[in-house]
C-alpha cells in the first residue's frame, strides 16, 4: 500500500490549505486512515481519522477548524484546513490501517506564517 501526500505550502494565518492522500489500494480494503502532524522538537500528534464507514475524530486543537474526508472512487483522502494559525505549523502526514497493518506517507510540509 502507497500514500502520497499533496497540497502543502505556505499560508497566512487565517488561510485555508487541502491536503490530499492518493492510496494506492481501494480505500474499502482500508480500515481507517488519517492525519499526524510533527511540528519541530514535537511529537507526532493525531490530527483526524475517518474509518471505513465514515466515522471522524478531530484532536481537540483543530475541532471547527479542519474537515477529513474521502473519496472511495478516487481512493483519496482529504484534510481541509480552514481558520489556520502558526501552530498548525508542521509536517503531514496520511496513514491507512489495513489488515493490521498501518501505512505511511511521505509527509508534506505546511507552514502558517505572515
Known amino acids: 500500500v502507497q500514500l502520497v501526500e499533496s497540497g502543502g505550502g505556505l499560508v497566512q494565518p487565517g488561510g485555508s490549505l487541502r491536503l490530499s492522500c492518493a492510496v494506492s489500494v481501494s480505500l474499502v480494503s482500508i480500515a481507517t486512515m488519517g492525519w499526524y502532524r510533527q511540528a519541530p522538537g514535537k511529537r507526532r500528534e493525531l490530527v483526524a481519522s475517518?474509518?471505513?464507514?465514515?466515522?471522524?475524530t478531530y484532536a481537540d486543537s483543530v475541532k471547527g477548524r479542519f474537515t477529513i474526508s474521502k473519496d472511495n472512487a478516487k481512493n483519496t483522502g482529504y484534510l481541509q484546513m480552514n481558520s489556520m494559525k502558526c501552530e498548525d505549523t508542521a509536517v503531514y502526514y496520511c496513514?491507512?490501517?489495513?489488515?493490521?497493518?498501518?501505512?505511511w506517507g511521505q509527509g508534506t510540509q505546511v507552514t502558517v506564517s505572515s
Open positions: 496513514w491507512a490501517a489495513r489488515d493490521w497493518t498501518t501505512y
Open positions: 475517518i474509518t471505513n464507514s465514515g466515522a471522524t
